[in-house]
């Protein structure tokens, strides 16, 4: 059973994560010899390898990105999550691959294309607010929930990591983050959790949240990832700090059932002994 989950963890990130029709393709490899943002020996490079890791966080990530009223008003509006959220999950994975592992003049091409994309979006929220993805303050938010969610997922799921290694983790995403805007997002554990606790009073209850995770349950995808989906869909709520759950009305019945844990441990921890697909030098 541990090698079937684990042959579908690895199937994920290739064919769930990375691969969608019409979707870029990148060479990771060139140009070669030019440094990636984050060096080879960086926790970056270990955490993101991992395709749990990167599933699980980035479902993570999004929960709480969709709980801030303006972030979720700019997703919602203003992309594909809504009609097609498994391609936009791919479209983020590929992003935060070649953030961490693209060579650096590929990753500063693609974030600069990202941040011309932001320049363009804006609104007024449900509730009255005026929002501009630019806004330093959201892509603060974006970025602290990204580095959260993928790092504790790893944590929680692949290998315990040190504080010094978490620590050096959010600092890793510096800069890149710098890149993309988010000049205050968190870097440090210590400043994550005080960029959460400053920004609980802010979040709130969305139907919009179980909107996407019914979505994320509902989507089928061939193969051997269906025997993954749910647990890992459980997983990644069981990840949201517990203060966050509660004001977003996630229950109990959103969290992993009993042995889902085991399991899923013991297939990120398969999965991490082998390289991912198509990368270079992993």
């Known amino acids: 059973m541990k090698a079937r989950f684990a042959d579908a963890a690895k199937a994920l990130f290739a064919k769930t994560l990375l691969e969608s029709p019409g979707g870029p393709r990148v060479d990771f490899t060139v140009p070669a010899g030019e440094p990636a943002l984050a060096a080879p020996d960086s926790v970056s490079w270990r955490v993101f390898k991992n395709p749990v890791a990167l599933f699980v966080g980035g479902v993570t990530a999004v929960i709480l990105e969709l709980a801030e009223p303006r972030v979720r008003t700019g997703v919602w509006e203003h992309s594909s999550f809504r009609t097609d959220p498994m391609t936009r999950l791919k479209r983020t994975g590929l992003a935060a691959m070649v953030t961490v592992y693209g060579a ?105 949240v179980l909107e996407f995770l019914e979505m994320m349950r509902g989507v089928r995808v061939a193969g051997p990832l269906s025997r993954l989906q749910h647990p890992l869909i459980r997983a990644a709520v069981g990840l949201v700090p517990s203060e966050a759950r509660a004001v977003l009305g996630l229950g109990r019945e959103w969290l992993p059932r009993p042995l889902e844990l085991p399991i899923i441990r013991a297939a990120a921890r398969l999965a991490d002994r082998t390289p991912v697909p198509r990368r270079a030098a992993l």
């Open 104 to 208: 650096r003049s590929v990753a500063e091409a693609m974030i600069a294309g990202v941040g011309r994309q932001h320049a363009r979006v804006g609104g007024v929220t449900p509730g009255g607010e005026d929002y501009q993805a630019s806004d330093v303050a959201l892509l603060d938010w974006v970025q602290a929930t990204a580095s959260f969610g993928f790092l504790n997922a790893y944590h929680a799921l692949v290998a315990p990591l040190s504080l010094e290694d978490r620590d050096r983790f959010y600092a890793e995403a510096a800069p890149a983050a710098r890149l993309y805007g988010a000049v205050g997002a968190p870097a440090s554990e210590a400043a994550w959790e005080a960029q959460l606790a400053a920004m609980l009073p802010r979040l709130e209850r969305s139907a919009i």
